[in-house]
């Protein structure tokens, strides 16, 4: 299940311990058993207050902040977070590497999808 997300679409959702957590959605590709796979990466920050889409400028200094690495998580377990889009950043080439490396293992049958709650990745 896509929790309505797009490739490049800046989220927020609510952590277990009540903080604010982001990710950005890198790819989203349909898996064999037809459930998603979305390609992550977190944000290297929380914070106490809400962000949303109108607090532009901190959207904005969200985007300047170090990314931590790719992680393909199944869908279901994103939509669970219920996650809100506040910004959108384009996804480059150069931003793929650690998709490129898991998506070869993946179809080599090398690699799998994160099933964990969100927060425990």
Known sequence: ????????????YLRSDGAWGFFWVQRIDALPDGRDALSL???DT???????REHVEEVAE???LR????FPIVGTRVAEVEPRVIGHL???E???EGYRIWREA???GEAGVFTLPLQDI
């Not at 929790?3 to 800046?10: M, N, R, V």
């Open 106 to 108: 993946f179809d080599k």
């Open 90 to 92: 384009p996804v480059r």
């Open 62 to 64: 969200l985007k300047s």
């Open 46 to 52: 929380h914070t106490a207050e809400e962000v949303l």
């Open 94 to 96: 150069s931003d793929l």
């Open 41 to 43: 990466r977190k944000f």
């Open 67 to 70: 990314l931590l690495g790719h």
């Open 1 to 12: 299940m896509n929790p309505g997300l797009s490739e490049g679409d800046i989220c927020t």
